[in-house]
């Protein structure tokens, strides 16, 4: 990848994350490239060049990166801010780009809400991205699923399309103050940690990040069960088995609802089909 020079780059590869794609913004204004129409902002990952492209990578520069944030935030208000998060964080091989040219759009039109104008191309691609960015985020408050450990913390799994963990922490943050927990995400390698002693009745403690996990506990998160995990999966187990009406059954509404990706994680969907045991003659 080239450095800095008088070659206007068609490429800018940025850092996947806010503050790296803030960084790059920067620079494209700073270097006047904003006016080649053939520029792509995209993280290194995403970066397959071709033989015409030219590429430069902007590494994380914060002075940067806030100075963009201030101006951005003034314009397109907090809630513009948060669409941008969100469109980086489903990370997405052209949002980088599409980000660029919606914040080009801004400052071209100050004076106009562009946020609200979905004829725009990639105004409408950001809010369908949004969209489904949310989508994934309800999705994961909903079904993540803690199981007890021998070091008293209750740790989940989760795999979701997007990389929704930094939105999601909050909601946990505020429900489960009195436990020590861990979401960790195994596509992406991390995770957030909850430790209850550092926090206080009106004070929820930091959530701290976590990326070294032993990979026999993410392959067999049995090995690390208390002694009453498992007696409380097989409660769960067994009253899931029990609710249901068998002649009410429609698995076509069920999978709408509860995707059939999000099975592996939930204790409930770990029952043999043969697992006579958890089933109880009803009185009639």
């Known amino acids: 990848m080239t450095e800095l020079t008088h070659i206007q780059p068609t490429i800018v590869t940025y850092e996947p994350c806010l503050e790296g794609w803030l960084s790059a913004v920067f620079a494209v204004y700073a270097n006047h490239w904003q006016d080649n129409e053939a520029l792509r902002l995209m993280t290194p990952d995403d970066c397959v060049p071709s033989l015409l492209d030219t590429v430069t990578h902007i590494p994380i520069h914060e002075a940067h990166a806030e100075r963009v944030f201030k101006r951005l935030e003034q314009q397109l208000k907090r809630s513009g801010m948060r669409q941008l998060l969100w469109g980086l964080l489903s990370e997405q091989p052209n949002i980088g780009t599409c980000l660029f040219r919606i914040v ?104 701290q990040t976590i990326s070294d996990i032993d990979a026999q506990v993410l392959r067999v998160p049995s090995s690390i069960h208390s002694a009453d995990e498992a007696r409380y999966q097989r409660f769960w187990q067994g009253y899931f088995a029990n609710v249901n009406i068998k002649e009410r059954k429609n698995p076509t509404l069920h999978r709408q609802y509860l995707p059939q990706r999000y099975w592996r994680y939930l204790s409930e969907k770990q029952v043999a089909p043969d697992a006579a045991h958890l089933q109880k003659r009803r009185n009639l």
């Open 104 to 207: 080009s759009y801004a400052l071209a039109y100050p004076k106009r809400d562009i946020m609200q104008d979905l004829g725009n191309m990639d105004v409408l691609t950001l809010a369908q991205t949004v969209k489904s960015v949310g989508r994934e985020k309800h999705r994961m408050e909903a079904f993540v699923r803690f199981e007890h450990t021998t070091e008293d913390i209750y740790f989940a799994r989760i795999d979701p399309d997007f990389n929704v963990l930094p939105l999601i922490g909050s909601h946990f943050q505020k429900r489960y103050q009195d436990q020590n927990w861990a979401i960790y995400d195994i596509r992406r390698g991390y995770g957030i940690y909850y430790d209850m002693t550092l926090g206080t009745p009106t004070h929820p403690a930091p959530l």
